[in-house]
């Protein structure tokens, strides 16, 4: 298999604005900096408090409405997929506030991309210095077999940077990749919304994939920063698309459990310092943190 693409366990509907983020002091995540390889990041949500100082290339950028008159549908739809990155940094930054994200347009339409799309974008964000690179992707492959072209950009990533992954949304046990390799901390979701500081819950969405693959879960439910415009008819579930009047939507998916950890991360890094490395056995120590069926970790993403 070639394509990787995103798939969520709920799609995106139109919700509320979210708080704006506190203002003054040092903010968690601060000097970190994250890269973000997804679809890209939508410039007119870039004006968002939660996005603030992201300064994408023009290539990095989300188009949302990519088919226009040409293919017949109206200027206003969305294409499929149309906002995914900047809602995963907008999670992210609910974390890490203070952090540096990177956004890497490395899957394009209809939020798919190649091996070699991928493997580019992690081969950049090594070289831009990320600390943190996260992929909220994934796909399976015929024989179980990992993508040689993203295994070889994985194996090249030093040792010091943390890569995160999603498990995916097919409620399988079997390895999607990226998330399946050994370099990668992989992450399941579970039904918490992101907002929620309570208890950590240890059972896994319906949705989500899990298994002795994966290593962490993580609230896979969250409010975060969008894009306006019609929904796609062919991303739309219930045969009623959406109209985002505001860039705010809620959505569910493990590729938001791993933009999660990856804030998490951040932020731990910035507070207490060290490696990436020593960051993630920080988050693995906390005591909320609850076990999963299989033995990996639920964890306590807030520090609470």
Same mark, same amino acid.
């Given at each position: 298999?070639?394509?990787? $693409?995103?798939?969520?366990?709920?799609?995106?509907?139109?919700?509320?604005?979210?708080?704006?983020?506190?203002?003054?002091?040092?903010?968690? !995540?601060?000097? #970190?900096?994250?890269?973000? =390889?997804?679809? @890209?990041?939508?410039?007119?949500?870039?004006?968002?408090?939660?996005?603030?100082?992201?300064?994408?290339?023009?290539?990095?950028?989300?188009? *949302?409405?990519?088919?226009?008159?040409?293919? @017949?549908?109206?200027?206003?739809?969305?294409? *499929?997929?149309?906002? %995914?990155?900047?809602?995963? /940094?907008?999670?992210? $930054?609910?974390?890490?506030?203070?952090?540096?994200?990177?956004?890497?347009? /490395?899957?394009?339409?209809?939020?798919?991309?190649?091996?070699?799309?991928?493997?580019?974008?992690?081969?950049?964000?090594?070289?831009?210095?990320?600390?943190?690179?996260?992929?909220?992707?994934? !796909?399976?492959?015929?024989?179980?077999?990992?993508? &040689?072209? =993203?295994?070889?950009? =994985?194996?090249? *990533?030093?040792?010091?940077?943390?890569? #995160? /992954?999603?498990?995916?949304?097919?409620?399988?046990?079997?390895?999607?990749?990226?998330?399946?390799?050994?370099? =990668?901390?992989?992450?399941?979701?579970?039904?918490? %919304?992101?907002?929620?500081?309570?208890?950590?819950?240890?059972? #896994?969405?319906?949705?989500?994939?899990?298994?002795?693959?994966?290593?962490?879960?993580?609230?896979?439910?969250?409010?975060?920063?969008?894009?306006? @415009? +019609?929904?796609?008819?062919?991303?739309?579930?219930? @045969? %009623?698309? +959406?109209?985002?009047?505001?860039?705010?939507?809620? /959505?569910? !998916?493990?590729?938001?459990?791993?933009? &999660?950890?990856?804030?998490?991360? &951040?932020?731990?890094?910035?507070?207490?310092?060290?490696?990436?490395?020593?960051?993630?056995? $920080?988050?693995?120590?906390?005591?909320?943190?609850?076990?999963?069926?299989?033995?990996?970790?639920?964890?306590? #993403?807030?520090?609470?």
């Amino acid at each position: 298999m070639s394509n990787w $693409r995103i798939q969520e366990g709920e799609d995106p509907e139109p919700s509320g604005p979210l708080k704006k983020p506190k203002q003054g002091g040092t903010l968690p !995540g601060t000097g #970190v900096r994250v890269a973000i =390889i997804d679809n @890209g990041i939508a410039r007119e949500a870039l004006s968002q408090a939660w996005l603030q100082g992201i300064r994408p290339s023009p290539s990095d950028i989300d188009p *949302v409405r990519k088919y226009d008159a040409t293919h @017949g549908v109206r200027d206003d739809t969305m294409e *499929v997929g149309a906002g %995914h990155g900047t809602f995963v /940094a907008g999670v992210v $930054r609910q974390l890490a506030p203070g952090c540096f994200v990177d956004p890497i347009r /490395a899957l394009g339409e209809e939020t798919t991309g190649t091996e070699q799309q991928v493997a580019d974008g992690i081969a950049r964000a090594v070289r831009d210095g990320a600390q943190v690179i996260n992929l909220s992707f994934g !796909g399976l492959t015929i024989d179980d077999q990992p993508p &040689a072209a =993203i295994q070889a950009a =994985i194996e090249a *990533v030093p040792g010091d940077v943390l890569i #995160v /992954a999603a498990a995916g949304n097919e409620r399988t046990e079997r390895p999607i990749w990226p998330g399946s390799l050994r370099r =990668i901390v992989s992450v399941a979701a579970t039904d918490q %919304h992101g907002d929620d500081h309570g208890e950590v819950a240890a059972d #896994v969405a319906d949705y989500s994939n899990r298994g002795w693959w994966v290593d962490v879960a993580a609230p896979g439910t969250w409010r975060s920063t969008f894009v306006t @415009g +019609d929904e796609n008819p062919e991303q739309e579930t219930d @045969g %009623h698309p +959406d109209h985002f009047t505001r860039p705010f939507a809620e /959505a569910a !998916g493990t590729s938001f459990a791993a933009a &999660a950890v990856s804030g998490a991360l &951040a932020a731990e890094l910035s507070a207490r310092g060290g490696s990436p490395r020593d960051a993630l056995l $920080r988050l693995l120590a906390r005591p909320g943190n609850r076990r999963l069926p299989w033995g990996g970790t639920s964890l306590d #993403v807030w520090g609470d």
